[in-house]
């Protein structure tokens, strides 16, 4: 089944300890992203990969980091989360081209304390 | 860069009625205009899309109307459903970077 899987669905945590979330797709797709969605400002998008060793920052990259050694895996790295990253996070894939339809994964919900 | 806005942010209508969605962009280079939908506590999820080449498509009881020299674009819905009630996201994507931009949303409920 062609999906976008992430890991994990749910984290409670404190500031300060790094966490990363997993993002892998099975649909050969190049272009990746993270979003984050909170009430009332939609999905804003925090790092894109339009191939592997190739990333870039989204409208709201600070306090995340990227990585894209292979192309199915795009994992988000909170390097010192902050209560601010608290949220839901979302990851998805597209073949690249203006056009492509974007495959969103079911979500993260981090809460850092 | 783009930059997209949707309006309204809440809608509520009697179920068989039409609802409305409208967005507007602000890059002329954009080219491509999804809309998702997003049910409580899931992914976003494509409903429709439209090229820049294309002024409307329809899909059942879903279409999407493109005005590229006024830059909006708009989701009608019509004869609307309890189960159509959702978080409603438009978005366009262009430019040499094909990111995709994203409205804030529009929360529609339909009423039995």
């Known amino acids: 089944e062609a999906q976008v899987t992430q890991n994990p669905r749910y984290l409670i945590t404190v500031t300060g300890k790094k966490l990363t979330v997993t993002c892998s797709q099975n649909m050969n797709h190049e272009y990746m992203s993270w979003y984050r969605q909170d009430p009332g400002l939609g999905l804003r998008q925090i790092y894109y990969s339009m191939n592997v060793e190739v990333t870039d920052k989204g409208d709201v990259p600070e306090g995340y980091k990227v990585s894209r050694k292979e192309k199915r895996n795009f994992p988000l790295i909170l390097e010192s989360p902050s209560p601010n990253q608290t949220s839901l996070y979302f990851c998805?894939?597209?073949?690249?081209?203006?056009?492509?339809?974007?495959?969103f994964g079911d979500g993260t919900r981090l809460s850092i304390l | 860069g783009e930059n997209v806005e949707q309006h309204p942010s809440t809608l509520s209508v009697q179920e068989g009625d039409s609802a409305v969605i409208k967005c507007t962009y602000s890059?002329?280079?954009?080219?491509?205009f999804p809309w998702y939908k997003q049910e409580l506590g899931k992914r976003p999820q494509l409903i429709i899309d439209?090229?820049?080449?294309?002024g409307e498509k329809k899909d059942q009881r879903i279409a999407v109307t493109l005005n590229k020299t006024a830059k909006h674009f708009s989701l009608h819905i019509t004869e609307t459903q309890p189960e159509d009630s959702a978080v409603y996201f438009c978005?366009?994507?262009?430019?040499?970077?094909?990111?995709?931009?994203f409205g804030k949303g529009t929360k529609l409920s339909v009423k039995p």
């Open positions: 439209i090229r820049s080449n294309v």
């Open positions: 998805a894939s597209s073949f690249w081209g203006a056009n492509q339809p974007q495959h």
């Open positions: 978005a366009a994507r262009g430019g040499s970077q094909g990111n995709l931009i």
């Open positions: 890059d002329s280079a954009s080219n491509y």
